[in-house]
């Protein structure tokens, strides 16, 4: 099993950025095209961003053109570039491979947008 620790959130005003970063154990990004997901309280877990093992990328409507997903395969790390954010992207963010049978979740990175 890969071990997957998030980081890089914390409180931003509207409008605001912030760069998470989730680092694997070993090497996955090669292989597997990676994610990142949020959830808001009281809501299901939602798949925001994809970047496969090709450097395509992929995102859901309501990030598209403010966040932005790459990653750094001899880091064996995954970020999520948020710009623009709005108090609707308040969540925890947790990254994982896009796939049928995916990697224990960490404990993810709490991003609070609020004036």
């Known amino acids: 099993q890969v071990q997957l620790v998030e980081s890089g959130g914390g409180l931003v005003q509207p409008g605001g950025s912030l760069r998470l970063s989730c680092a694997a154990s070993r090497s996955i990004f090669r292989i597997y095209a990676m994610g990142w997901y949020r959830q808001a309280p009281g809501k299901q877990r939602e798949l925001v961003a994809t970047?496969?093992?090709?450097?395509?990328?992929n995102y859901a409507d309501s990030v598209k053109g403010r966040f932005t997903i790459s990653r750094d395969n001899a880091k064996n790390t995954v970020y999520l570039q948020m710009n623009s954010l709005k108090p609707e992207d308040t969540a925890v963010y947790y990254c994982?491979?896009?796939?049928?049978?995916?990697?224990?979740w960490g404990q993810g990175t709490q991003v609070t947008v609020s004036s």
């Open positions: 970047i496969t093992s090709g450097d395509s990328t």
């Open positions: 994982n491979v896009v796939a049928a049978i995916q990697e224990p």
